[in-house]
Antibody, heavy 119, light 107 residues
């Protein structure tokens, strides 16, 4: 079964840009939608956006002005960038695969990476 | 955006008891609702999709119901491994949103 692994800097200062990579274990990266989702401490999950190998990404309007996603199918990697971070962006960040045929649920998730924003 | 409100926030039950979790949407999402289970230090796991369909490998003690704006996840008889946090998620309208979660804890 597919495995996902998030990586990237864990500690950021306010106003910096968060950059995370999600590495997918198999060639399915070209055939599914992939999303980034986060969970701030003590809160529920928040969908950040999704990307497919073709077409434009879809972003949560609440983050649209600061977020950017991309995909490198040759490296089997997804990328998330979130600019001008504040303490409110401190969260566990997950990448997840959209379910086949019904794209907007998530059947495989990475273990997540905790990103802390602090001065 | 659609707000999903889960209740109760915490459910204290004993193994073998029945658990009933609620998810209410701020407007209709048809049957486009999923449930996830998350244990500490683990990624969420898809349990149910489109309100009443069990995901692959999910035991039959989990069942989902509802449509429109009111949904229920039922665990017929709690096993020790079922104590976790449960989230609902809708795909009826953009953006995709999740509920705040219900923690099922051991009484």
């Amino acid at each position: 079964q597919v495995q996902l692994q998030e990586s990237g800097p864990r500690l950021l200062k306010p106003s910096e840009t968060l950059s995370l990579i999600c590495t997918v274990s198999d060639d399915s990266i070209s055939n599914y939608y992939w999303s980034w989702i986060r969970r701030p401490a003590g809160k529920g999950l928040e969908w950040i956006g999704r990307i497919f190998s073709s077409g434009s990404p879809n972003y949560n309007p609440s983050l649209m002005s600061r977020v950017s996603m991309s995909m490198d199918t040759s490296k089997k990697q997804l990328s998330l960038k979130l600019s001008s971070v504040t303490a409110a962006d401190t969260a566990m960040y997950y990448c997840a695969r959209g379910t086949k045929g019904v794209d907007n649920y998530f059947d495989y998730w990475g273990q997540g990476t905790l990103v802390t924003v602090s001065s | 955006e659609i707000v999903l409100t889960q209740s109760p926030a915490t459910l204290s039950l004993s193994p073998g008891e029945r658990a009933t979790l609620s998810c209410r949407a701020s407007q209709s999402v048809s049957n486009y609702l999923a449930w996830y289970q998350q244990k500490p230090g683990q990624a969420p796991r898809l349990l149910m999709y489109d309100a009443s369909n069990r995901a692959t490998g999910i035991p039959a003690r989990f069942s989902g119901s509802g449509s429109g704006a009111d949904f229920t996840l039922t665990i017929s008889s709690l096993e020790p491994e079922d104590f976790a946090v449960y989230y609902c998620q809708q795909r009826g309208k953009w953006p995709l949103t999740f509920g705040g979660g219900t923690k099922v804890e051991i009484k």
